[in-house]
């Protein structure tokens, strides 16, 4: 887990560098039992954040993320 919030960090470290004035970065924990992925998927597409940090994936969650939101993120 540490090494995907540093990643995260360095991610948002680098975005800030930019030219944008604001950040919206969204910190989202699927749930790794019980979760319901098109509810995560639509929660997460409803923010349009700019970075995305997730936790507790699934073998199917990534697979729906990268079918539904792998060309924004």
Do not use: Q
């Amino acid at each position: 887990m540490r090494a995907s919030w540093t990643l995260c960090l360095v991610v948002c470290l680098l975005a800030r560098s930019s030219v944008a004035d604001e950040l919206h970065v969204l910190a989202y924990n699927v749930l790794y039992t019980g979760a319901d992925d098109a509810k995560s998927l639509t929660a997460i597409a409803d923010e349009d954040a700019d970075v995305v940090c997730l936790t507790e994936l699934t073998p199917s969650f990534v697979k729906a993320f990268e079918a539904k939101l792998a060309a924004t993120y």
